[in-house]
């Protein structure tokens, strides 16, 4: 691949992403805060299932999910989620977790709760962790998880877990993205193939006016399966959540990546990258 861009005179490098090292060779399973249960979460912990079997026979350590979600099981989450009727009324998280432990033999957590501040502004207990995916519908959620992971990386930078890559999955009825930030500034090796580039925004950051008018929109839970796909479509979660996870993925497997993200229109079936700059 050609990574040199000429233009009249000039030459431009490719600019990339290189991975931190401690995702490429951990002494122990990653640690991944997976924020949401519902449509995309329910289908992102599965993708993760299979992640962390992957990497462990490729002779790593894995991955240790925790999923926080506060929502029981409705009819309403039936057919679009990854539920069962059998599992009506109980929390999303335990029933998940329960699923995936008993299935693969892991020792994945659930946290029946939201990902929030307590009364005292104090963050989470069992926040800290080197990957967070959110997979949330709340705009409020995107800017609280904005401000504990910061919060936690100047308060614990350094030591095992410390935040370093935040992915969020977001979508409408048709369309949605998938956007990968850095927490903080992650260190780059020298390239003279490539411009590395250590710090990716925050959505908060980049895409904050949108969120804020996003947040006008109707977010009273759906009462059926009906409903629920007159807000979003039946397929826009797992298309977001495979071409996320395999965002992902890549950086596992190739140390480094070009994009940072991705649109995706799932009605004319068009996707648009998001290179980083």
Known sequence: MNVEKTTGEKQYRTKVHFVDNYLLSPTNPITVNLIGAGGTGSKVLTALMEMNHSLLELGHAGLHIRLWDNDIITDANLGRQRFFESELGLPKSVALINRVNR???????????????????????????????????????????ADILRELNSHNRGYRDTPKYWLDFGNNRYTGQVILSTVGEIKQPDSE??????????????????????????????????EALEKQDLYINSALTQMGCSLLWGLFRNGMTEYRGFFLNLKNFRSQPIPVA
């Open 103 to 145: 299935c693969t033999g892991t020792n994945w957590k659930a946290e029946n709760r939201k990902f929030e501040r307590n009364h005292f502004e104090e963050v989470p207990k069992n926040a800290q962790a080197t990957l967070t995916f959110t997979c949330v519908d709340n705009v409020q959620t995107r800017f609280e998880v």
């Open 193 to 226: 193939k490539y411009e590395p580039v250590g710090n990716l925004p925050f959505v908060t950051e980049e895409h904050g006016d949108l969120l804020r008018q996003s947040e006008l929109k109707d977010d009273t839970p759906s009462c059926s399966l009906a």
